[in-house]
């Protein structure tokens, strides 16, 4: 073995002095809160991305949930979605009485297969929401055929898929754009660019928009910069149940230099990627993520699908003992503690959906990963396995 590595973890945030100095500007600045680097942050983001709106929110998940309340969905609707996910995407839907229609993935991708969508629909859907898992996007066209169809709003859980791209049309595209109706970011630090935390939603409706600005500040009609701004006494009103769901402007200035950091992360990190695909095509029975021609992923993970004659658990605890980190497939939803209580619906077998989770593991991918480091990932793997 090459020289040993002490420990690599699954993932590392790249953040350094930049991300320091934005920091301080925004606490030396006297305004920490929503304010003008939110506002930066939204305006730069939409840019990236080729949406007309961005939204700054505190994360993800209340991202998804307001996106939810913006097409309408209310208690006892149904919301057509994938339990092979992160558990905030059918958490987001049960926060809003509805409840979640779950069908399975394509084992290839890790995505929600498009041809089981159409059986799952039933008097009571009012909208998709699909994940681009792990950063892979979604059959989008496939998906919003049959949206069209049925007049449903289509919510893209982009949590993991900044800088993610689809062949739309003959062009490259981001996600985000949004080629659906609303698009939701996270920034969490396993992501690929991070504040911390916090989310950003995306659409080319400004009614939707100008919603989201009003539920994330507790509903109130005048927002802070405005009323400080005056001269003139304005006393605000609220006119409808919001929430707090609002981002920092701390956090925003270090969104603003990760935001361009990105295009040199996502090259790095396809980079890593094709080294993997080389590197670990010879193991027999392994099976390795597959992007479509038609998708290009930021690599937020990678994703492999081990032998059957593998234990997962040995071969995860042999790498950990070597000193590297992995983790297992993602979760199921419905086989979640919580949703053995929680409303849910079955709109087709679940499958592929609880075999990746059972045989799936991720394997480090981070920015600042060395090909020493990846080597060493690569030459346990193939040890163990």
């Known amino acids: 073995m090459s020289e040993k590595i002490q420990y690599i973890p699954i993932a590392q945030p790249w953040l350094g002095e930049a991300e320091a100095e934005a920091a301080r500007r925004a606490i030396l600045s ?10 930066a942050f939204e305006q730069e983001f939409a840019t990236y991305v080729g949406a007309n709106y961005a939204c700054a929110v505190a994360n993800c998940t209340t991202a998804l949930h307001l996106a939810l ?31 979640p229609v779950f069908v399975d993935i394509e084992p290839q991708t890790y995505n929600i297969n498009p041809v089981l969508i159409e059986d799952a629909i039933s008097e009571r859907t009012r909208a998709i929401v699909l994940v681009h898992q792990m ?30 791209e689809i062949l739309w049309d003959g062009q490259w595209e981001k996600i985000g754009k949004p080629h659906g109706d609303i698009a939701c970011f996270s920034f969490h630090p396993r992501k690929v660019i991070t504040t911390g935390d916090g989310g950003m939603i995306t659409t080319n409706n400004p009614q939707w928009d ?3 600005r ?36 701390i956090q925003a200035a270090v969104g603003r230099e990760q ?12 980079y890593l990627a094709q080294r993997y695909h080389h590197q670990l095509a010879d193991i027999p029975g392994l099976k390795l993520p597959t ?18 004659s593998c234990d997962r658990q040995r071969v995860m605890q042999v790498m950990l003992d070597a000193g590297i980190s992995t983790r297992r497939g993602i979760m199921c939803a419905h086989r979640e503690p919580a949703y053995e209580v929680e409303s849910w619906l079955c709109g087709s077998d679940l499958t592929e959906s609880e075999q990746a989770q059972d045989h799936a593991m991720i394997l480090p991918l981070f920015h600042q990963m060395t090909e020493q480091e990846q080597d060493c990932v690569v030459e346990v793997l193939k040890t163990v396995c």
């Open 291 to 308: 992007e479509p021609a038609w998708a290009k992923s930021n690599w937020q993970s990678y994703c492999v699908r081990l032998p059957e």
């Open 30 to 39: 006297g305004w920490v809160t929503q304010g003008p680097e939110v506002a």
């Open 259 to 270: 935001l361009k950091r990105l295009p040199e992360i996502v090259e790095r990190r396809r």
């Open 210 to 212: 100008e919603q989201f």
């Open 135 to 164: 950063g892979m996007p979604c059959d989008l066209k496939s998906i919003l055929e049959i949206a069209h169809c049925y007049e449903l709003p289509v919510i893209e859980d982009a949590a993991c898929a900044i800088a993610s």
């Open 69 to 99: 309340l913006a097409v309408g969905v209310k208690p006892e609707d149904e919301v057509i979605t994938v339990s092979h996910s992160f558990i905030a995407t059918a958490n987001s839907i049960r926060y809003c009485g509805a409840i």
């Open 214 to 249: 009003l539920w994330r500040q507790h509903g109130m009609s005048v927002p802070d910069t405005l009323r400080h701004g005056a001269k003139q006494v304005i006393f605000e009103s609220y006119p409808m149940l919001g929430y707090n769901y609002r981002m920092t402007d």
